[in-house]
C-alpha cells in the first residue's frame, strides 16, 4: 500500500518528482471524484423518492454526471495549481490541504443538496440578498435545522473524511493513467472556462433544477454577485433610440414617452388607460379598496384549468363573479418584490427596492397618492413587517397603520411553531384583527394584507382537518391514484392552501357584514408561486392569479391577456382619476403600463421579473420570455417552448439590455422623480 509522505520535496530529478506529485493529485482526485458520484446517486434518490423522480432518468443522469464531471474538473484545475506549489515543499501538506478542501467543498455540497430538497430551487447568490436575522429567521421557521439535522451532519463529516481517506489509499493509478487524468481535468477546465458548457435543457423546470450541480451553482452566482458583468448597452449613446419596448419586431408593446433619462431614468407622462370603468357601477363617493397579497398562491393550483388540480374553491367561486386576469405574473419569485411592484410600480434597483432601506428616493405609489387625496390607509401582516424591510417602505408612503405581529394582542393564536420559530399569525387570525382594528372613518380606505400560512415550514392550525380536506378535495377533483400518490408528497402545502382559501371564505363573509362593503373593491393575487412544489416552466414562478371582486361590478369578465404586478398601482388610479375626478400627477415613474383587459391572448407589456434579491434574469416582452441565456415562447396557458431564433433572442437580449442600463443607471444615484413633483404630492 503506498503511504503518504512526510518528507519535504525528496531527492530525484525533476521529472520523477513531478511524475510522483501527479500520482499522488490522481489517487486524490479519482477519490473524490468517487464520493462525488456517490452523492449525486444520492442526491437523485432522496429527491425522487421526497418529492418525484425526473422523467427521462437515463438522460438525466448521463446530463448530471457530465455537469458534476466538468465541474469536478474546473475545480480541480484550481486545486492541482495549489498541489503543484506546495508539493515541492511538502508532499504530506500538499495532500492534507487537498483532503481538508475536499471535505469542505463536499460538506457546502451537501448542504446545498438539502437546501434545494426543503425549497426545490437551488441556492446562488440570493443568499447575499438577506441579513443575518432573517437567515435565521428562515431556517428556523422552515424546521430543517434541528439536533437530528446536525447529528446527520456530524455522520455525514465523519463518512465523507474515512471514505476519502479510504479511497486515497486503495486508488493507486499508474504514471501514464495519472498524466491522462491530469491531462483531463486540464483540458476539460480550459474549455469550460473559455467556451462554458450547456447542458440539455429539459423541459420540466423541476428536472432542470435538480440537474445543476447544487455548488457549482452556488459557487457561480456568487462570483457573478461580486463581480457582475459590465453592461454594453449605453442608452445615453446618440444611437439609443428609445424604451426598451419598441422595434423589437414582437408586436404592438406599451411604451413610454421619456422626459429626461439621463437624470430620471424612468420618469414619463402617465398615459394609463382607465380599463375599469366599462365594469364598475359609480358611487357617490370613492371605493374603498383592498388589496389582499396571499403567499404563495400560485396559478398552477388555483382556480380552473389549473394543472395540480383547482385546489382554491372559494377563489375559483369567486373568480365566476369577478373579473379574472388567470395569465397574471408577479413582479419578483420571492415576497421581498410585492409591496413595490404592486403599490408603487417600481424598478428593482441591485437587490430588490426595499433594500435601499432608509436611502429609498423619493418616489410615489398608490398608497402615498390616494392618502393624499383623503384615503385614509393601513397594512397588516401575519408576520414581522421588518423582513425585506417592508415597514420601511410602508413608512415613506405614509402610511396611517402598519400592523404585523408585534401588535396583534392577546387572544390570538399564533402558528405552530418549528424548532422555536414561527412566521407569525394564520390568514384566519390576520382577517379576524383586521376586522377588530377598523375604527370608523368617513374617509374612503385602502387596506393591503399580506398573509403568512402558505409559506414553508406549511404548518397551520387545525392541521389534521386541513389533511383530510385535502383527501377530500383530490376525490372531488377526480385524481387518479397515481396523482394522488404525487400530491400526497406534498400535503402539507396543499393543506395550508386549503386553509388560505378557506380563511378568504370566512373573511368575505364578514365583509359582507362591514357598513362600506357596498361600495368596496376587493382583489386578491399571490406574491409569487409557492416554489416548494416542483415547478413546471421557468415562468411557472411568477404565475398567479389576479381577480377584482366588488358589489359595484356591472358584469364579470375573464381575461387571457397577460399583465402583471407592476400594472395594478397604475390601473387603480387611472380608474379613480377618470371616475372620481382624483388630483394626480402628470408625471409618473411606474414601470407597469396598466392591466390589459383583452378577453384573448397577448402581451403588450415588456417588463422585468426578479427571481431572487440578486437575480434580474427574467424579461417578458410580447410571447416571449427571456430566462438568463434562453428565450421562450409563451402560449395562452403561459407553457413555454424554447425557440433558437437569433433575431428573437438577440431582439429579447437587446431589450433587456435598455432596461438593464436604466436601472443601473437608479442605482448609480439617479432619481426617480423631481423633488419639485414629490413635495407637491406626498401626503
Known amino acids: 500500500m503506498e503511504t503518504v509522505d512526510t518528507t519535504s520535496a525528496g531527492t530525484g530529478t525533476t521529472s520523477e518528482k513531478i511524475t510522483v506529485i501527479l500520482r499522488r493529485f490522481a489517487s486524490l482526485a479519482l477519490g473524490w471524484l468517487i464520493v462525488l458520484v456517490a452523492l449525486r446517486l444520492l442526491e437523485w434518490l432522496w429527491n425522487g423518492f421526497s418529492h418525484q423522480f425526473p422523467e427521462e432518468p437515463v438522460l438525466f443522469l448521463f446530463n448530471a454526471l457530465l455537469t458534476d464531471f466538468i465541474f469536478f474538473c474546473k475545480l480541480n484545475f484550481l486545486l492541482l495549481l495549489l498541489f503543484l506549489v506546495i508539493s515541492f515543499a511538502s508532499r504530506r501538506a500538499a495532500a492534507i490541504t487537498y483532503l481538508v478542501l475536499a471535505v469542505l467543498f463536499t460538506l457546502g455540497y451537501l448542504a446545498l443538496i438539502q437546501y434545494f430538497n426543503s425549497t426545490l430551487v437551488p441556492l446562488g447568490a440570493d443568499l447575499y440578498g438577506y441579513s443575518w436575522k432573517e437567515i435565521k429567521l428562515t431556517v428556523g421557521a422552515s424546521g430543517k435545522l434541528n439536533f437530528l439535522t446536525l447529528l446527520l451532519m456530524v455522520i455525514a463529516i465523519a463518512a465523507i473524511i474515512t471514505a476519502l481517506i479510504w479511497l486515497t489509499k486503495k486508488i493507486r493509478p499508474g504514471k501514464v493513467a495519472s498524466f491522462m487524468l491530469t491531462l483531463l481535468v486540464v483540458v476539460t477546465s480550459l474549455f469550460a472556462f473559455s467556451a462554458g458548457f450547456t447542458p440539455h435543457v429539459f423541459q420540466n423546470e423541476y428536472s432542470n433544477n435538480l440537474s445543476y450541480n447544487k455548488l457549482d451553482y452556488f459557487l457561480g452566482a456568487s462570483y457573478n454577485h461580486f463581480y457582475p458583468e459590465e453592461l454594453e448597452t449605453d442608452i445615453y449613446a446618440d444611437s439609443y433610440i428609445g424604451d426598451y419596448g419598441e422595434n423589437t419586431g414582437t408586436g404592438t408593446i406599451a411604451s413610454f414617452n421619456y422626459t429626461d433619462e439621463k437624470d430620471y431614468p424612468f420618469l414619463h407622462g402617465d398615459s394609463t388607460e382607465d380599463v375599469l370603468s366599462p365594469f364598475l357601477n359609480k358611487s357617490a363617493t370613492p371605493p374603498n379598496i383592498v388589496i ?86 393601513g397594512f397588516y401582516y401575519c408576520g414581522d413587517a421588518s423582513f425585506d424591510n417592508m415597514d420601511i417602505f410602508l413608512k415613506h408612503q405614509n402610511a396611517d397603520r402598519i400592523r404585523d405581529k408585534s401588535t396583534f394582542p392577546a387572544g390570538y393564536t399564533q402558528l405552530p411553531a418549528s424548532n422555536g420559530f414561527s412566521w407569525g399569525y394564520g390568514d384566519k387570525e390576520l382577517f379576524r384583527f383586521l376586522y377588530a382594528d377598523q375604527q370608523s372613518t368617513s374617509q374612503p380606505t385602502l387596506q393591503v394584507l399580506l398573509t403568512v400560512a402558505t409559506h414553508s415550514p406549511f404548518l397551520i392550525n387545525e392541521q389534521e382537518k386541513y389533511n383530510q380536506a385535502v383527501e377530500k378535495r383530490m376525490d372531488e377533483l377526480k385524481l387518479t391514484g397515481d396523482q394522488k400518490a404525487e400530491r400526497r408528497q406534498y400535503k402539507a402545502q396543499f393543506a395550508s392552501i386549503l386553509y388560505a382559501d378557506d380563511a378568504l371564505k370566512q373573511f368575505f363573509a364578514k365583509a359582507k357584514e362591514q357598513p362600506g362593503y357596498s361600495n368596496t373593491i376587493f382583489l386578491i393575487t399571490g406574491d409569487h408561486r409557492m416554489p416548494e412544489i416542483p415547478m413546471s416552466t421557468k415562468i411557472d414562478r411568477y404565475h398567479v392569479p389576479l381577480i377584482l371582486y366588488s358589489p359595484m361590478l356591472q358584469r364579470t369578465a375573464k381575461f387571457q391577456s397577460l399583465s402583471t404586478h407592476f400594472d395594478i398601482g397604475p390601473t387603480l388610479l387611472a380608474y379613480l382619476k377618470n371616475s372620481y375626478a382624483l388630483k394626480l400627477p402628470s408625471l409618473q415613474s411606474w414601470m407597469g403600463s396598466g392591466l390589459d383587459t383583452a378577453r384573448s391572448f397577448r402581451n403588450i407589456h415588456a417588463i422585468p421579473l426578479m427571481q431572487t434579491k440578486t437575480d434580474l434574469i427574467d424579461f417578458v416582452m410580447g410571447p416571449f420570455h427571456l430566462n438568463g441565456s434562453d428565450v421562450f415562447r409563451i402560449n395562452n396557458t403561459l407553457n413555454e417552448d424554447r425557440i433558437t431564433d437569433p433575431a428573437i433572442i438577440e431582439s429579447m437580449r437587446g431589450a433587456f439590455g435598455k432596461f438593464q442600463q436604466k436601472n443601473q443607471r437608479f442605482i448609480q444615484g439617479a432619481k426617480l422623480i423631481p423633488d419639485t413633483l414629490f413635495k407637491t404630492w406626498k401626503p
Open 292 to 377: 389582499l397579497l396571499v403567499e404563495g398562491l400560485g396559478r398552477a393550483f388555483t382556480n380552473q384549468g389549473a394543472y395540480l388540480g383547482n385546489f382554491t374553491p372559494f377563489i375559483d367561486s369567486l373568480s365566476q363573479h369577478s373579473l379574472y386576469w388567470e395569465n397574471f405574473l408577479s413582479g419578483g419569485g420571492r415576497t421581498f418584490a410585492v409591496l413595490p411592484t404592486v403599490l408603487g410600480s417600481l424598478p428593482f434597483g441591485k437587490n430588490g427596492f426595499n433594500e435601499l432601506g432608509e436611502k429609498m428616493p423619493p418616489q410615489l405609489s398608490l398608497m402615498s397618492l390616494l392618502k393624499k387625496n383623503g384615503y385614509n390607509t
